[in-house]
C-alpha cells in the first residue's frame, strides 16, 4: 500500500504552506485537491506582517512584496468626506519591517505557492478527493477517489485537514463545528474605477445604512469593493454548519452589480467604469471543538471562520500550517514525541477563539442597523478613533492585532521562562540596527539560541558541542526599548518564537528545557 508521511487535503494557501514548509524541512507530504484547477478569483486580499515575516523563512515576502500592492494607511469616511487617517508606518515602523498592508490577491498567491512546490518536486493532485479516512493508531489509512473515478487507499502517519470550511476531515473526525450565521449578504466587486478614493489607500465609509470598503488593487484605477446588501433574514445563528436557510437565496444568486445600492458608493465619490468580477456570499463565525483527534489536524477554514473585519481568514490559515508544519517535523524525524504535536491545539485554538470574538464585535458595530449603531459608526467612532490613535500605546495596540504580530504563545507548557519583558511564548521582537535586522539567522527555519549582549562562555560551549546555532547581538538601546534583557538567553523555535527565555543565560536551563520536553535538537 503506498505511504507518505503527511496526507494534506486541500491545496489553498494553508494546504500548499503546509506541504511547502512540511518539504524543505525533509518531510514527504502528498497534496491533493478534489477541484480540477486552482482559484481564479481574488478571494482573500491582504498578506499582514506577520505572515510577510514568516515568509521570509520560505524565501517568498520579496515577491510578493514586488507583484503585490503597498497599502500605507487607512481612511474613514462619514457622508461623504474623508474624516481620519490611520497611517500604517507611523504607528508601526518600529515594531516590524512591514509596517503597511499589503494586497496581493488569493489567485496570484496560489500559483505563487505552486510554482516554489514544483521547483522542490511536489505537485498538487487535481481532481482527487478525499471520501474518508481511519485512523489505525499507528498510521492512517485514506480512501482517495482518483481522477478517472478509480478508487485507492493510502497510508500516511498523519493527515491534515486543509480542505475548508465543508472540510470531509472534519466530518470524518466528527468534530463540531459551533457558532454562527451572519444576517447580512455582501457583495464583492472587482472594479476598474476613478475617483478620491482610488488613491492606493483603503478607505472605508461608515454610513448609517451600510457598509463599504475599497480596497486598492496593483494597476492604476483597479480595485476591490467590499459591501452590504439589506432587506436580509434574520438570524440562523442556531442553524448547524451547511444547513442555513437563506431566505431570497433564488435573488442572492441573481443579484448583479446594479442591483448594489448606489447612495454609499456615491458618498464616496467612486465613479465605476467596469466590473471585473461580482458575487454575493454570507459569513460566519464557527471555531470547530478541536483542532487534532489522534493522527488528524484541522487547519485554516476547517477549523475556524470568521467575518472579513481586518482580513484575518488567510493569514491565520498560514499561521496554523507553519506552527504545525515543525512540529510535525520533529515528530517524524524522531527528535520529539508526539505529544509535541498537542501543543498545535493548544497554541492555535486559544488564538482562534479570540479571533472570532474579536472580529465578531467588529464586524457587529459596522454592520448593525438602527439609529444607535447609526450614530456610533458616523459621529462616536470617526470622533474617537483620532483622538486615541494619537496614543503611540493604543496605534501600537491597534496594528499589532491587525498585523498577527501580537500572537504569542505564553500560555502553552511548551514554552517557559521570562527574561526583560518577553517570555516563552512570545514572537522574537524584530530589531533592526545599521543594515541588518536579528531577524536574518531566522531564515534557518531550525531551533536557535540569541544572546543580545554577551554570552556566557559556558554556553558558546554548549551550543558547539550539540550543534544549536548561537548567534550573539552587540548590545544596544534598540534592544532594551523591545524588551530583552542583557546577556539573557533565547532559545527561538523554528517558527520564529521564543521557547524559552533565561536570564542568567547558562545552559543548565536550555538542558532541562530540552529534557523536560524530551526535545533533540
Known amino acids: 500500500m503506498p505511504t507518505r508521511d503527511v496526507l494534506i487535503v486541500g491545496a489553498g494557501p494553508t494546504g500548499l504552506v503546509l506541504a511547502l ?117 499507528d498510521r492512517v489509512v485514506a480512501h482517495l477517489r482518483l481522477p478517472d ?108 452589480f446594479q442591483d448594489v445600492s448606489r447612495r454609499i458608493i456615491d458618498n464616496l465619490k467612486v465613479e465605476v467604469e467596469a466590473v ?35 482580513g484575518q481568514g488567510m493569514n491565520t490559515g498560514i499561521g496554523d500550517a507553519i506552527n504545525l508544519a515543525w512540529k510535525l517535523h520533529a515528530v517524524v524525524a524522531g527528535r520529539a514525541p508526539d505529544a509535541l504535536l498537542d501543543s498545535y491545539e493548544l497554541e492555535r485554538i486559544a488564538f482562534a477563539r479570540r479571533l472570532v470574538k474579536t472580529t465578531d464585535r467588529v464586524f457587529t458595530l459596522a454592520t448593525a442597523e438602527g439609529r444607535l449603531a447609526g450614530i456610533i459608526r458616523t459621529r462616536i467612532v470617526p470622533t ?36 526583560g519583558r518577553l517570555h516563552g511564548g512570545d514572537r522574537l521582537p524584530w530589531v533592526a540596527v545599521d543594515d541588518s535586522d536579528n531577524y536574518e539567522p531566522l531564515r534557518a527555519m531550525t531551533w536557535q539560541v540569541h544572546v543580545y549582549g554577551t554570552a556566557n562562555a559556558e554556553l558558546v560551549t554548549w551550543c558547539k558541542e550539540h550543534g544549536l546555532p548561537l548567534h550573539v547581538f552587540a548590545w544596544g538601546p534598540e534592544y532594551e526599548k523591545a524588551g530583552f534583557a542583557q546577556s539573557a538567553l533565547y532559545l527561538i523555535r523554528p517558527d520564529t518564537y521564543i521557547g524559552l527565555a533565561h536570564g542568567a543565560g547558562a545552559p543548565d536551563a536550555l538542558e532541562r528545557y530540552l529534557d523536560e520536553r524530551n526535545i533533540t535538537i
Open 21 to 137: 514548509w512540511l518539504t524543505r524541512l525533509g518531510v514527504k507530504p502528498r497534496l491533493i485537491d478534489k477541484t480540477a484547477e486552482p482559484g481564479t478569483t481574488s478571494r482573500a486580499l491582504a498578506v499582514h506582517a506577520r505572515t510577510l515575516e514568516l515568509y521570509r523563512q520560505l524565501d517568498l515576502t520579496q515577491v510578493v512584496l514586488e507583484r503585490g500592492h503597498k497599502v500605507p494607511a487607512v481612511r474613514l469616511w462619514v457622508k461623504g468626506e474623508p474624516r481620519a487617517r490611520i497611517d500604517f508606518e507611523e504607528i508601526a515602523s518600529d515594531l516590524t519591517p512591514y509596517a503597511f498592508l499589503q494586497i496581493f490577491p488569493q489567485d496570484e498567491h496560489e500559483r505563487l505557492l505552486i510554482a516554489r512546490l514544483e521547483e522542490l518536486g511536489v505537485s498538487v493532485e487535481r481532481r482527487t478527493e478525499l471520501i474518508g479516512y481511519r485512523d489505525e493508531g
Open 149 to 256: 473515478g478509480r478508487d485507492e487507499t493510502w497510508e500516511a502517519a498523519y493527515i491534515a485537514g486543509c480542505d475548508g470550511a465543508h472540510s470531509i476531515v472534519r466530518q470524518t473526525m466528527e468534530m463540531g463545528f459551533p457558532g454562527g450565521t451572519y444576517r447580512q449578504l455582501f457583495y464583492v466587486a472587482d472594479v476598474q474605477a476613478s475617483g478620491p478614493a482610488l488613491d492606493g489607500e483603503l478607505h472605508v465609509d461608515l454610513e448609517e445604512a451600510d457598509f463599504l470598503g475599497v480596497f486598492p488593487l496593483a494597476g492604476k484605477g483597479r480595485a476591490r469593493l467590499i459591501g452590504t446588501i439589506r432587506d436580509r433574514p434574520a438570524s440562523t445563528e442556531s442553524v448547524p454548519f451547511g444547513n442555513e436557510r437563506s431566505l431570497s437565496a433564488e435573488r442572492a444568486q441573481t443579484l448583479k
Open 276 to 310: 471585473n468580477w461580482f458575487a454575493t456570499y454570507h459569513t460566519h463565525h464557527r471555531v470547530t471543538e478541536h483542532f487534532r483527534k489522534g493522527r488528524a489536524f484541522l487547519l485554516g477554514d476547517a477549523a475556524h471562520i470568521h467575518s472579513p473585519a481586518g
Open 384 to 419: 474617537v478613533l483620532p483622538a486615541l490613535a494619537r496614543f503611540g500605546v493604543f496605534r501600537e495596540f491597534l496594528f499589532r492585532t491587525v498585523s498577527q504580530i501580537t500572537i504569542n504563545y505564553r500560555h502553552c507548557p511548551l514554552n517557559a521562562g521570562q527574561a
